[in-house]
């Protein structure tokens, strides 16, 4: 192939990966399901590296597509067969801090949680928490607009990211800043999903830690009565730092995983985090627990130190590996809808359960209305995938209809652009097309990702007719 | 399609075919009228659609005065963070378009923050919606964030839903200090963890604003508790300044040393007034005589991508540019 010639020739040896060994590890990102051989593996070291490979690949008509640290659960960073993966993980350095100013400049590289540690000398933290922050990295955070268990009360990436530096195509650097007038192209540019540029520089911006925090944990006793408490809190005026619930089967399965003391005869439970100043924490942890008193919880306990706080932390943040213990795949959806459709939501879950003969366990970011579904699947079981993914793009549809949205913080990726298609209507879905050529002319940045064609959403709505079995697989994924 | 919007569709559809530009216009308080272009009001498209205070979101049609909403939002004690300033007759659908943010922004985030979907027209009429109520939504490239800002050049906003918060008591101190002094506390506060809702510099005062329950303030030397007053005469900042001296709003890096001529320093330092006769040499810096007139300081490269949006937008220029 040229083009991999042409990158050998431009790059350090070390950083083109070709073959298929070395190649294995990027074949997919979080969603496994999905893989593709591509036809190389660039690793720059540079931001000009970057530049050269982007030109390179311009010149040979062959598609980019750009990786952090490969945590997506959505498919954005699955490889093209006749396309390279530009894996910016060497772009690792935190290139400023100003703790007076409370920014941090990074490279796309820098994982996550490396830029709260480097900061907290300082007293200061990055806010945005994705469950997978040990791991992902700061450049595919901004790319996926990722939110966490904190965003309720601090934001997703977008609120938190103050200017970025991004290639396009030809290699050529622009930058997006808060300050600019007009047009906000940087909040464009959060959860783009890898199409409109490659981001090599983010600032971003840093917050005091909070003085004190305390967890409330609620049992209850029936859903409903759990999704009505979130209300109540809500209602009164508290921002909760994390508002989390989870249903009977989560519960369980975490209390067997991380024996926390969770009480596993709860039909629902709710962990709900408050934080800031001292003298606030403690008047908000009481209004808090007299609150989900009065809603119905029949058990409730307030973590007295960081100790019992960490700890009651850990099942509810060990959930999915809890409940993939009871499976060999679990395949996790990430839907977002009304809260006051939650009771609904989760009997039509257990309704297609039951349908599809899969099992299914809920955890659900209370605040924000954002519902993990796990599904339950052997993919060695004939069908079972095809099974969950149909289950999983009926949930999603019913997160549409309730007036909710398909994803909350995972990204479209490849695995949602059928539930786009539900989601959006053909005048809408242009105008992404249009501001993707905008951007990138060529149709090289992560072709076929985040934004469905026409096409194949025509194709979906004939098959909609049909609809109960439908043989996704069969679908040419573009 | 609700009957107002049919009918603005049906106004954009008619200036296309008539080679007609049209200004969009809220409460005609902000960007002044054009000759050359025909209005295009939304006052009569107003109104609340939805508000479920537990969810947090309300949703208002673009042509809802300011003080509505924001009158609906106190009777459930929830607010708009973002704080828009209030130039009299102020609508959401032109706050949104000119991105305005109050004092609170560097702790509380700006407009676009709080936006979590917008219905609009496009230049060929047609109606289209993006995002939604969801206070997270990653599903498609986030229009409704992008548009806030465009001053009506590129879409006709119709209708939007908004991420609201709860209500909070606020008090604000003073003490009286240099400017460059107040610069560096208000830096250094901003890193503690007060609950800080403000923090300027005017008249020769440091004003901070914390929300909420907090440590005792006033046991600090200088330190005084005043009303929330400043917070108003900063947002809008209108001051009298003598014949022949402008007023530049610079946005920079929060902790820049003082600036010449500076009257003001908003939003935690990020903001400084000038009041001079010529304009400052900085790379944000807009003149601001109430026209909102754009900056104009884009390079090529972004020039060339804000065309491109525009086209895909307004393929027939309908509406009025920048």
Redesign the interface.
């Given at each position: 192939m040229q083009v991999v010639q042409a990158l050998q020739q431009a790059l350090p040896n070390t950083s083109v990966l070709t073959s298929e060994e070395a190649c294995r590890p990027y074949e997919c990102d979080a969603l496994s399901a999905y893989r593709e051989k591509p036809l190389a593996v660039v690793l720059p070291e540079n931001i000009d590296q970057v530049k050269r490979v982007l030109q390179i690949c311009k010149a040979h008509q062959t598609p980019v597509i750009t990786r952090g640290s490969g945590t997506g659960l959505a498919g954005g960073a699955l490889p093209l067969k006749e396309g390279i993966v530009l894996g910016l993980s060497k772009l690792n350095k935190i290139l400023k801090i100003?703790?007076?100013?409370?920014i941090a400049v990074v490279e796309p590289g820098v994982r996550n949680i490396q830029v709260t540690q480097a900061v907290e000398p300082?007293?200061?933290y990055y806010a945005p928490d994705p469950s997978s922050q040990i791991a992902c990295s700061i450049g595919g955070n901004v790319a996926?607009?990722s939110?966490g268990v904190h965003?309720?009360k601090y934001?997703?990436t977008?609120?938190n990211v103050t200017s970025i530096r991004v290639l396009n195509m030809a290699g050529?650097?622009?930058v997006?800043d808060?300050?600019?007038?007009?047009?906000?192209?940087l909040?464009?540019l959060?959860?783009?999903e890898g199409l409109?540029g490659v981001i090599v520089e983010i600032k971003l911006k840093l917050l005091?830690?909070?003085?004190a925090a305390q967890l409330v944990m609620a049992a209850f006793s029936c859903v409903k009565a759990c999704a009505e408490a979130v209300?109540?809190v809500?209602?009164e005026?508290?921002?909760p730092a994390g508002l989390e619930m989870m249903d009977r089967f989560s519960i369980q399965a975490a209390e067997d995983f991380a024996k926390v003391g969770y009480p596993t005869d709860a039909q629902a439970l709710l962990l709900c985090e408050v934080d800031?100043?001292h003298?606030?924490v403690q008047?908000d942890a009481q209004r808090v627990a007299e609150i989900l008193t009065g809603q119905g919880a029949y058990q409730i306990r307030v973590s007295q130190n960081e100790r019992e706080r960490t700890a009651l932390w850990q099942g509810r943040k060990n959930a999915f590996p809890a409940v993939g213990r009871y499976s060999p795949d679990y395949y996790c959806m990430d839907g977002?809808?009304?809260?006051?459709q939650l009771a609904y939501v989760l009997e039509e879950i257990a309704k297609l359960s039951q349908k599809y003969d899969l099992r299914v366990a809920n955890v659900f970011?209370a605040?924000?209305?954002?519902l993990h579904p796990l599904i339950l699947y052997d993919a060695n079981q004939p069908g079972q995938l095809q099974r969950t993914e149909a289950f999983g793009c009926d949930i999603l549809n019913l997160c549409v209809d309730v007036?909710?949205?398909?994803?909350?913080?995972?990204?479209?990726g490849v695995e949602?652009l059928n539930?786009?298609c539900h989601?959006?209507?053909g005048?809408?879905l242009e105008?992404?097309h249009?501001?993707k050529?905008?951007?990138d002319d060529t149709g090289l940045l992560n072709p076929g990702k985040?934004?469905p064609t026409l096409h194949r959403c025509a194709e979906l709505g004939q098959m909609h007719v049909h609809k109960g079995q439908l043989p996704f697989a069969h679908l040419e994924r573009f | 399609m609700e009957q107002t919007v049919k009918l603005l569709a049906e106004q954009i559809q008619q200036a296309r075919h008539e080679n007609q530009t049209l200004q969009i216009v809220g409460g005609n308080s902000k960007v002044p009228l054009n000759d050359t272009a025909q209005v295009l009001s939304i006052q009569e498209h107003s109104g609340i659609l939805s508000y479920?205070?537990?969810?947090?979101v309300i949703t208002a049609r673009a042509g809802t005065r300011l003080q509505e909403l924001q009158q609906v939002l106190a009777e459930k004690?929830?607010m708009l963070a973002f704080e828009p300033p209030e130039y009299g007759n102020s609508t959401i659908g032109g706050t949104y378009a000119c991105?305005l943010t109050g004092p609170a922004r560097p702790f509380r985030?700006?407009l676009?923050?709080y936006v979590l979907g917008t219905k609009l027209l496009?230049g060929q009429g047609?109606a289209?919606?993006?995002g939604?109520?969801?206070?997270?939504?990653?599903?498609?490239?986030?229009?409704s964030?992008?548009?806030?800002?465009?001053?009506g050049s590129?879409a006709l906003v119709t209708e939007l839903s908004l991420k609201v918060?709860?209500?909070?008591e606020e008090v604000t101190y003073r003490i009286e200090m240099p400017e460059c002094e107040a610069i560096?506390l208000m830096?250094?506060l901003?890193?503690?963890?007060?609950?800080l809702s403000g923090a300027a510099y005017y008249g020769g005062y440091f004003y901070y604003r914390v929300m909420?329950?907090?440590?005792k303030q006033t046991n600090r030397v200088g330190v005084e508790a005043v009303d929330n007053q400043v917070w108003q005469t900063l947002n809008p900042f209108r001051p009298k300044l003598p014949p022949g001296q402008k007023l530049w709003r610079l946005?920079?890096?929060?902790?820049t040393p003082c600036i010449d001529g500076t009257i003001a320093v908003g939003m935690c330092g990020s903001r400084r007034w000038v009041a001079s006769e010529h304009k400052p040499e900085h790379?944000?810096v807009?003149l601001w005589d109430e026209r909102f007139l754009?900056?104009?300081?884009?390079?090529l490269?972004?020039q060339k991508?804000?065309q491109?949006?525009k086209?895909?937008?307004d393929p027939y220029h309908v509406f009025q540019d920048?």
């Open positions: 100003d703790p007076l100013q409370r300082f007293g200061l996926e607009n939110g965003c309720l934001g997703l977008v609120h050529e650097e622009y997006f808060e300050k600019d007038d007009g047009i906000d192209l909040a464009l959060n959860g783009s409109l005091p830690k909070p003085e209300t109540a809500l209602q005026g508290i921002i800031g100043s003298d606030q008047v977002t809808i009304p809260r006051s970011h605040g924000d209305g954002n007036g909710g949205t398909i994803t909350g913080e995972h990204g479209v949602k539930s786009m989601q959006y209507q005048d809408e105008i992404f249009g501001i050529a905008v951007f985040a934004v | 479920e205070p537990a969810e947090l004690k929830q991105a985030g700006k676009r923050d496009d047609r289209l919606s993006f939604g109520k969801m206070i997270k939504n990653v599903a498609g490239y986030d229009v964030r992008m548009l806030a800002g465009s001053k590129m918060v709860p209500l909070v560096v830096n250094q901003a890193g503690t963890s007060l609950p909420g329950a907090h440590p946005d920079v890096e929060s902790t790379p944000y807009t754009p900056r104009h300081n884009d390079g490269g972004v991508i804000k491109g949006l086209k895909v937008f920048l």
